[in-house]
């Protein structure tokens, strides 16, 4: 039985450069799979105030989440040989705050 994933559409767009220029605009869309329920991760991530700003909160939980989905689709992709080694305990350690 194949595995069921939530589906996300996202948006990423440049909002000012760092020289302050607005010009040109940039954006990118796209689709994803992923197992887990972004939203509820990054709530929970938020509430464990490991971050005193909530907008790094999200961008880690949101972050950690794209990534971590794409090391577990090619696990046995040898870029990934020393962190499959330590993301679990990584991951233990997140959940446990």
């Known amino acids: 039985m194949e595995k069921r994933s939530n589906k996300y559409y996202l948006t990423l767009s440049l909002k000012e ?25 990054i709530e929970r991530i ?12 999200t961008q880690f939980a949101l972050g950690l989440k794209l990534f971590s989905e794409i ?11 020393e962190l499959n080694e330590v993301f679990p305990i990584f991951m233990k350690k997140l959940k446990s705050l």
């Open 17 to 41: 450069y760092a020289n302050g220029e607005t010009e040109p605009a940039k954006e990118l869309g796209i689709e994803f799979d992923n197992h887990d329920e972004i939203f509820g991760i």
């Open 46 to 57: 938020r509430e464990k105030n490991i971050f005193e700003n909530p907008s790094e909160a």
């Open 71 to 81: 090391k577990l689709k090619h696990r046995k992709n040898p870029l990934f040989d």
